[in-house]
């Protein structure tokens, strides 16, 4: 199991960010990469998306699909709780999401910190390609599409 975190500052207040933590059907809008998705329901959705993985350092491979359902386990005033279960390569791998945003300046800052879980084919490969920088850099450009979203 590895244990992976980020943060990023934001302009908008917690309040209009935790909004798209709230439903899956309303954050995966907000995923870059998303190709597309089937909500199953209220906090369930079933995801396919192509995730960017050229700086891997493999030349032939610039990305790959993964298929993934993305569940909301829990919300609470300041944290909400992702359960992530899916498949990238021909392997699984499962993930426990948590975000928290709190205010921040006039803004907020927004941390995460996941445990992931790889099949051992993704272990193998996670020795050439760097699977923990490029998930920690999916979960850093899912929360800007946050944030983008709360522009609108």
Do not use: H
């Not at 993305?70 to 390569?89: D, F, N, Q």
């Amino acid at each position: 199991m590895k244990r992976i975190s980020g943060e990023i500052l934001s302009k908008y207040k917690p309040e209009d960010l935790f909004e798209f933590l709230r439903k899956p059907s309303t954050l995966v809008q907000c995923i870059p990469g998303v190709i597309n998705y089937e909500v199953i329901d209220d906090n369930n959705i079933k995801i396919k998306a192509r995730l960017d993985i050229s700086d891997a350092g493999i030349p032939e491979m610039r990305s790959i699909t993964s298929t993934f359902m993305l569940s909301l386990i829990s919300l609470e005033k300041e944290r909400a709780r992702y359960r992530i279960s899916g498949k990238a390569a021909g392997s699984s791998y499962d993930a426990d999401l948590e975000i928290f945003i709190e205010p921040y300046n006039d803004g907020s800052k927004i941390k995460w910190n996941a445990n992931i879980s790889l099949s051992k084919l993704l272990q193998i490969l996670d020795r050439f390609i760097g699977i923990e920088e490029i998930a920690r850099r999916i979960a850093n450009l899912a929360l800007e599409g946050v944030e983008r979203c709360a522009s609108r």
